[in-house]
C-alpha cells in the first residue's frame, strides 16, 4: 500500500502524474517515493529538471528495488517511526548522473537479470564481509 498516513506530521498523497501540478514540493522537509527504480529515477529526474532539492525517502514497492537495496536503507516502517517520533534520520547522499545534459540516471542496470545480478551481488558482498565465509573469496 502506497498510502501513508502520519499522526503527527501532515502527509500530501500524491501520484507521480500530478507531480507536475505541485508548487510547493520545495517545501516539504521529504518526498517518500513509493515504488520501484523506475518510479525513483522518474521523480528524481523531474525533482532534478525542477530544481527541487527536497530529501528523498524510497518505500520500496517496486520489483527488485536494487537502488534501496544497495545503499542499505532502513527498513520504511523505521523511517517512518523515527518520523514520527522527530528523531534524527541519517541522510545518506547518492550521486546522480546526466546523459547528454537531460536524462538523469542514479545507477546503471539493464531490466531483469542485470538488476538481480547486482542485487545478488550486493547482497552476498555484504554477506560474506559480516561471515565466516569472507575468508574464501
Same mark, same amino acid.
Given at each position: 500500500?502506497?498510502?501513508?498516513?502520519?499522526?503527527?506530521?501532515?502527509?500530501?498523497?500524491?501520484?507521480?502524474?500530478?507531480?507536475?501540478?505541485?508548487?510547493?514540493?520545495?517545501?516539504?522537509?521529504?518526498?517518500?517515493?513509493?515504488?520501484?527504480?523506475?518510479?525513483?529515477?522518474?521523480?528524481?529526474?523531474?525533482?532534478?529538471?525542477?530544481?527541487?532539492?527536497? @530529501?528523498?525517502?524510497?518505500?520500496?514497492?517496486?520489483?527488485?528495488?536494487?537502488?534501496?537495496?544497495?545503499?542499505?536503507?532502513?527498513?520504511? @516502517?523505521?523511517?517512518?517511526?523515527?518520523?514520527?517520533?522527530?528523531?534524527?534520520?541519517?541522510?545518506?547522499?547518492?550521486?546522480?548522473?546526466?546523459?547528454?545534459?537531460?536524462?538523469?540516471?542514479?545507477?546503471?542496470?539493464?531490466?531483469?537479470?542485470?538488476?538481480?545480478?547486482?542485487?545478488?551481488?550486493?547482497?552476498?558482498?555484504?554477506?560474506?564481509?559480516?561471515? @565466516?565465509?569472507?575468508?574464501?573469496?
Amino acid at each position: 500500500n502506497s498510502h501513508i498516513e502520519l499522526k503527527n506530521h501532515s502527509v500530501i498523497n500524491i501520484n507521480e502524474s500530478e507531480l507536475k501540478y505541485q508548487k510547493e514540493l520545495n517545501s516539504y522537509e521529504y518526498i517518500i517515493i513509493s515504488g520501484g527504480d523506475g518510479r525513483v529515477r522518474r521523480v528524481a529526474q523531474f525533482l532534478y529538471k525542477n530544481s527541487i532539492s527536497t @530529501k528523498i525517502i524510497i518505500n520500496p514497492l517496486g520489483t527488485t528495488n536494487v537502488l534501496f537495496h544497495s545503499l542499505r536503507w532502513q527498513n520504511i @516502517k523505521i523511517i517512518l517511526n523515527k518520523l514520527e517520533n522527530n528523531e534524527f534520520l541519517e541522510v545518506k547522499p547518492k550521486d546522480v548522473f546526466l546523459i547528454n545534459n537531460r536524462h538523469l540516471f542514479i545507477f546503471s542496470a539493464g531490466n531483469s537479470l542485470d538488476a538481480l545480478y547486482i542485487y545478488l551481488s550486493e547482497f552476498f558482498r555484504v554477506f560474506f564481509n559480516k561471515s @565466516k565465509f569472507r575468508y574464501i573469496f
